[in-house]
């Protein structure tokens, strides 16, 4: 790719408020948030949370029922009263099935988004031809995208929505139809790209690890309510709900009962009795001894250590799997627990008695009210979840 200068056009943006209803679903529920300038956002959440009519909302194709949406001073929406309409909102939008003309050329797909400028055909070419290198496909730009990949495909989307240089970016699970390996190369160049350009950027995804990959700022939705809003180690390491939480990947989660807690630096650190163990972990407040608390576990929180260490809890291998840089685990606990996503840098063979090692600063304590509503959101039967 060749190197251009960054442009500053991004401006905040500014949603509040913001509620749509289908009948008696709620899809948005008083939604509120502010991106800053050139910043990329990340909305996470699954199938059904809202992130999608939220998109749909900020670019226009769907109308809230009440709140606003303004980028930087101008109101793009407010309710029912103020509207503007997508074309006219300085906006680019790039689809999950890349929404390419299929009788156009790559070169004329990009040059489409510059239709309104008042450029004439070879000034509209030379810009078109200029963004198509700059996402490395200056080689395809006679080719239609039938004649293209999907990660090509892709690109020239991509392409196609930086050319006109708006000041908002708006992307719509862009790499949910790509394989793996192709999926990270893109990631890539998607956040690479958008950084440079200095838009305000909106990025949806179900994909957690993608949502960490990608954002400034993450906010994680569920039944269309913005339950955090934060940047990615925030919300990783001091999730506000359960919900969040469980969404952000866990390995497992474990009950116990407080023994001690204390301050280590800036981190309260509990002590926990599970089974014929005792665990180290993190917590948000204090908790009194004697009070059942949920663990919730981070797989990058545990490693293993042999029987005879006296450290961690006792477990035993139920399954290994080669991850090139290592091996992952599956670890069955004294009480039942499975933990998967266990690293370890050699394989542990399967039924080995082995200890799990947890480091506190990958674990959280949930006491009381908040421990309860957990149980209550876990299907019967599951104690484990891999990611």
């Known amino acids: 790719m060749t190197a251009t200068p960054p442009q500053d056009q991004g401006v905040d943006l500014h949603v509040e408020a913001l509620t749509r209803t289908f009948g008696t679903t709620t899809a948005l529920d008083r939604v509120t948030f502010t991106v800053p300038a050139g910043r990329f956002l990340v909305l996470l959440g699954p199938s059904g949370s ?20 303004r980028l930087g001073e101008r109101v793009l929406a407010g309710g029912r009263t103020a509207f503007v309409p997508p074309e006219r909102r300085d906006l680019a939008m790039v689809f999950q099935d890349y929404a390419l003309w299929p009788h156009m050329t790559a070169l004329a797909n990009v040059g489409f988004a510059l239709r309104r400028r008042s450029l004439g055909a ?79 950027a909106v990025y949806i995804t179900h994909d957690q690890s993608e949502a960490l990959a990608l954002a400034d700022e993450i906010g994680v ?27 952000t990947g866990m390995a497992a989660e474990m009950t116990g009962v407080v023994e001690t807690h204390e301050h280590a630096g800036d981190q309260l650190i ?15 407040e204090p908790i009194l001894p004697g009070t ?12 293993l250590a042999p029987r005879g260490s006296g450290q961690g809890i006792p477990g035993i291998i139920r399954d290994t799997a080669y991850r090139g840089n290592g091996y992952d685990h599956v670890v069955e606990t004294a009480h039942g627990v499975r933990l ?48």
């Open 221 to 247: 939705m569920h039944n269309g309510a913005l339950l955090q809003y934060g940047s990615p180690q925030d919300i990783y390491r001091r999730p506000a709900s359960p919900l969040v939480a469980r969404f």
């Open 122 to 200: 070879a000034e509209t070419r030379r810009r078109a031809a200029a963004m198509l290198e700059r996402v490395g496909l200056a080689d395809r730009s006679g080719h239609y995208p039938h004649q293209m990949s999907g990660g090509q495909q892709q690109r020239v989307a991509l392409a196609r929505a930086l050319v006109g240089a708006p000041r908002l970016l708006l992307f719509d699970e862009p790499l949910s139809n790509l394989d793996a390996d192709l999926r990270e190369r893109l990631r890539v160049e998607i956040a690479s790209l958008a950084r440079e350009a200095g838009a305000t």
């Open 340 to 387: 998967a996503g266990v690293h370890d840098p050699r394989a542990w063979p399967r039924e080995d008695h082995v200890r799990l090692i947890v480091d506190p600063a990958g674990c959280l304590a949930l006491p009381g009210e908040a421990a309860k509503l957990l149980s209550a959101m876990r299907p019967a039967g599951i104690r484990s979840s891999a990611h």
């Open 50 to 69: 809202g992130k999608s009519t939220l998109l749909r909302c900020l670019a226009g194709i769907d109308r809230a029922d009440i709140g606003t949406i």
């Open 270 to 284: 509990v002590r926990v009795r599970v089974a014929d163990g005792l665990l180290s972990v993190s917590a948000s």
């Open 292 to 303: 059942p608390v949920t663990i919730l576990i981070r797989p990058a929180a545990t490693s």
